[in-house]
C-alpha cells in the first residue's frame, strides 16, 4: 500500500463524510463477518498480538517508578517551592499534583511533537498512511517504543493516584475510565502493531493537560504571598483562553478528523481483513465522548465567566464544598494546624 500515498496527503474530511464513511464502513466490515465472536476474538488475539512478558514487566516497573518519582519530587521540591512562595493552603496543598501532571505532559507532547514533525514520519499530515505498510509483529521503531513505555507506564501510576492520591473532583470517576481505557489502548495498539495511530492520539490529547496544569499553577501562585500577583492572574486567564480554544480544536475537530476516520474507514481500505476493528474504534469513541463531557465542563464555567456568575478564575473540575462534602481523610493522613493534610506516602 505504499503507492496509495504516492498521489500525495489525503484531504482532510468533513464530519459528515467521517459519519458517512465511517459508519458505513463498520456496517460493511459486520455484514461481512461471517465468524465474528469470542472464536475470532482468540485467535485473533494468538495470530496478532505480540506483547512479550519481560515487556510487560518494564511497564509495571515504569508504573512503580512514576508512584515513587512522584512522591519524591513532593516531598522534596514541590511542597518546599510551595511554602517558600507562601502560597494558601488550599493552593499549597493542591500544587504538587499540578506541577507533576505539568512537567510529565510538557515532556511528553514535546517529544509526540518531535516524532511527528522532527523525525520524518507523515502521520499528522497523512493520518491514512499509518495503515499504508502495516503488517502482523511488524517491527516498533525504537523512539516510538520509548514514547510508548513512558506513556504506558505513566497511565498505568495514574489509575492509582487517582484513586490514592489526587484530589477527588466531580469527573473523577470519568476520568478512572479516561486512564483505564487509555491504558488498554496503549498497550493492546502497542500489541496489534497500531502504534502509528498511537502517537497521533497522545499528541492529539496531551497539548490540552499541558495549558490545564500551566493554567491551575498560575491560578495557585497568584495569591502567594497574601497578595495579588498580576502576571500570575494574566498568565491564567491567557492559559484558560488557549486551553479552551485546543481543547475543542485538538480533541473535539483535529482527534475524529484525523485519528477516527483513518481507524474506522481508511484503514479497512489498506488492510480489509485488520484484526480487533470494532475493538479500537469503539474505544477510540468511548474516548472521544468523554472529551465532549469534559468539553460541556468547560462551556459551563465559561458560560459562568461570562454571565458574573464567577468572578475568580479556577479549576472547574473541583468539588465545591457547598457542592458535595469532604472525603474522609484516610488513616495516614493526619490534620496539621495551619490546615494542611499530613500525608505519610510523601
Not at 142 to 167: E, K, N
Not at 290 to 312: D, P
Request: charged share 20%.
Amino acid at each position: 500500500m505504499a503507492a496509495a500515498g504516492s498521489a500525495g496527503p489525503e484531504p482532510m474530511p468533513s464530519y459528515a463524510q467521517l459519519v458517512q464513511r465511517g459508519w458505513g464502513s463498520a456496517l460493511a466490515a459486520a455484514r461481512g463477518c461471517a465468524d465474528c465472536g469470542w472464536g475470532l476474538a482468540r485467535r485473533g488475539l494468538a495470530e496478532h498480538a505480540h506483547l512479550a512478558p519481560p515487556e510487560l514487566l518494564l511497564l509495571a516497573l515504569g508504573a512503580l517508578g512514576w508512584t515513587v518519582l512522584r512522591s519524591a519530587a513532593t516531598s522534596r521540591l514541590f511542597r518546599p517551592l510551595a511554602k517558600r512562595c507562601r502560597l494558601q493552603p488550599r493552593d499549597a496543598a493542591k500544587m504538587p499534583e499540578s506541577a507533576w501532571k505539568f512537567l510529565f505532559y510538557l515532556g511528553t507532547w514535546s517529544y509526540s511533537t518531535y516524532l511527528l514533525f522532527g523525525a520524518d514520519y507523515p502521520f499528522f499530515h497523512d493520518p491514512p498512511s499509518v495503515f499504508y505498510d502495516w503488517k502482523t509483529g511488524m517491527a516498533v521503531p525504537r523512539d516510538i517504543a520509548v514514547a510508548y513505555l513512558l506513556q504506558g507506564s505513566f497511565y498505568g501510576h495514574s489509575i492509582y493516584a487517582t484513586l490514592y492520591l489526587d484530589a477527588w473532583r466531580k469527573d473523577s470517576v470519568v476520568m478512572l475510565v479516561h486512564h483505564v481505557v487509555t491504558l488498554v489502548l496503549i498497550v493492546s495498539s502497542y500489541a496489534f502493531r497500531y502504534h502509528k495511530v498511537g502517537i497521533l492520539v497522545l499528541f492529539l490529547h496531551d497539548i490540552s493537560d499541558v495549558q490545564l496544569e500551566f493554567t491551575k499553577l498560575n491560578v495557585y501562585f497568584k495569591s502567594r504571598g497574601g497578595a495579588h500577583q498580576r502576571l500570575h492572574a494574566l498568565a491564567a486567564d491567557l492559559g484558560c483562553l488557549s486551553f479552551c480554544l485546543s481543547w475543542f480544536w485538538f480533541r473535539l475537530y483535529w482527534f475524529p478528523l484525523k485519528v477516527l476516520y483513518a481507524t474506522s474507514y481508511c484503514s479497512l481500505r489498506s488492510v480489509p481483513d485488520i484484526p480487533f476493528y470494532f475493538f479500537f474504534n469503539v474505544l477510540l469513541l468511548l474516548l472521544t465522548l468523554m472529551n465532549l463531557y469534559w468539553f460541556l465542563y468547560i462551556v459551563a464555567f465559561a458560560a459562568k465567566v461570562l454571565t458574573g456568575q464567577v468572578r475568580e478564575l479556577k479549576d472547574v473540575r473541583e468539588y465545591d464544598t457547598a457542592e458535595a462534602p469532604s472525603p474522609k481523610p484516610r488513616k495516614a493522613e493526619k490534620p496539621l494546624r495551619n490546615g494542611l493534610v499530613k500525608d505519610k506516602r510523601f
